[in-house]
């Protein structure tokens, strides 16, 4: 598939949006919901209380990662006292063995993680089993790293589609699928409806335009993370220094970002995966996506 074919797989027009200004219709619901991960709420307060406070200010759902140190009852408490939904789960296991590993032994545990995650995932009503498929280094190369993790990404597929729960891609600095058109071949050379993209927007602009690879990956694009990233404080103190840029304060484009989810018809979760805190700090958070990233 050319990358004509992609672009055109990928795009559909919103209808109804503001496209110019990335903002909604007057009137019009809001289109994205906004979430958080649950390890940025800081403090040793009971899980329900943590999820009545991401409630309170005004999150629309929150992210958990499996395996995680609470009780799936508690965890459903927390759900249903709150009325906060989990959309979704983070394979927590992933950069430690990943499915591009060279051992096979530590490709199963990386399987075996992988099933859990789904079944925490259908148990807590969430959609997504977020994952970093592999991780190029050294010792790994590219090409195995691809080959592997699709072989070994292909075996829990059916038990995705079992549990109703989809496989949602990651891009992570791990030094594999850097470009949108490699990216978007990955996801579709497993012919699955159960598997897409959880798009990062702030990781990409280390070393690209979120906005091109919203273009290509189009309808692939299952959920969104949030965080801000500055090239200036990259260049200043080294990469990871960018990410110390507030949302709003980087130099990502978050206009156009929007214009071109709204352009692929992208309706779904947006969520924070930036430093965390106490309410003030969570308010921060949530104002900012807010002004910034919502339609």
């Known amino acids: 598939m050319n990358r004509r074919d992609f ?9 109804g949006v503001a496209i110019a200004g990335g903002l909604p219709v007057q009137g ?6 906004k979430a958080v991960k649950l390890g940025m709420v800081e403090g040793d307060q009971p899980l329900v209380e943590k999820f009545k406070l991401l409630k309170e200010i005004g999150f629309d759902g929150v992210e958990l990662d499996s395996p995680n140190p609470y009780r799936r009852e508690d965890v459903l408490n927390a759900r249903d006292v709150s009325g906060l939904p989990i959309h979704g789960v983070v394979d927590s296991v992933h950069w430690q063995k990943t499915l591009g590993d060279p051992d096979p032994a530590v490709r199963a545990e990386g399987v075996r ?7 925490d995932a259908q148990a807590y009503g969430a959609t997504t089993v977020l ?10 190369s590219y090409h195995d790293a691809y080959e592997r993790s699709q072989v070994e990404i292909r075996k829990v597929l059916p038990l995705a589609e079992e549990k109703g729960v989809k496989i949602a891609i ?3 600095w791990n030094h594999f699928l850097l470009s949108p058109l ?3 071949r990955y996801i579709d050379e497993f012919e699955s409806p159960w598997i897409g993209w959880y798009f990062d927007v702030g990781n990409i602009v280390n070393y690209g335009w979120p906005e091109h690879w919203i273009e290509v990956l189009g309808h692939r694009i299952l959920k969104l993370d949030i965080k801000g990233y500055s090239r200036t404080l990259r260049d200043a103190s080294g990469p990871w220094e960018g990410f110390k840029a507030e949302i709003g304060e980087d130099e990502n484009d978050w206009p156009a970002v929007k214009r071109a989810l ?4 992208y309706e779904g979760w947006a969520t924070a995966e930036v430093e965390g805190g106490d309410r003030k700090r969570l ?3 949530a104002r900012r996506m807010d002004e910034h990233v919502l339609y």
């Open 262 to 265: 709204q352009a692929i018809g």
């Open 182 to 184: 490699e990216a978007a």
């Open 170 to 172: 990651e891009n992570v």
């Open 7 to 15: 672009v055109k797989s990928g795009a559909v027009l919103a209808a």
């Open 283 to 285: 308010e921060d958070i």
């Open 28 to 33: 019009k619901a809001r289109t994205l919901k």
């Open 113 to 119: 993680a992988l099933e859990t995650a789904l079944d």
């Open 131 to 140: 994952l970093v498929p592999a991780v190029v280094n050294k010792q790994i």
